[in-house]
């Protein structure tokens, strides 16, 4: 339930902040117990703009603010 409800967050973040970029949640199986987000650029390659494997314990750090998430996107983007 956790990791659904910040990956729906982190989702509504990215939306709200460029709305024709299209986000998939979990397009392939995760990693038991890891929280990433990436970006797929239009040439196939790939940007990681958050990962939280190496984080916490406590758990909470495994999951970034949303606004992290979407400052990562637009610096990733320029």
Do not use: C, Y
């Amino acid at each position: 339930r956790v990791f659904g409800r910040n990956a729906a967050a982190v989702s509504a973040a990215l939306r709200g902040a460029m709305a024709h970029l299209p986000v998939d949640i979990n397009p392939r199986p995760p990693r038991r117990n890891s929280f990433e987000v990436s970006l797929v650029k239009e040439d196939g390659s790939t940007v990681e703009l958050w990962s939280g494997i190496a984080k916490g314990p406590p758990r909470k750090l495994k999951f970034p603010q949303p606004e992290t998430v979407v400052e990562a996107l637009k610096s990733s983007l320029a």
